[in-house]
């Protein structure tokens, strides 16, 4: 995986502990898929968090990296 990529899935992950109170523990990355270890409130459904993790990764890697 390209590492402006990487960096960018990094900083974004920051922000979405922020903004969702979803703590993100640990973060592994393969070639292609990204691995997450994190804990939220009960009411966030666990596949509500890889949608908002999947959407906003994506739109700052397209934003950054065109």
Do not use: W
Request: charged letters at 30%; aromatic letters at 4%; glycine letters at 8%.
């Amino acid at each position: 995986m390209d590492r402006d990529v990487v960096e960018i899935i990094r900083d974004t992950a920051i922000g979405i502990q922020e903004r969702y109170e979803i703590e993100i523990e640990r973060m592994g990355m393969d070639n292609d898929p990204i691995h997450l270890l994190c804990g939220a409130h009960p009411k966030i459904a666990a596949g509500r968090i890889v949608q908002i993790f999947n959407s906003i990764t994506g739109q700052e890697i397209f934003r950054r990296k065109p």
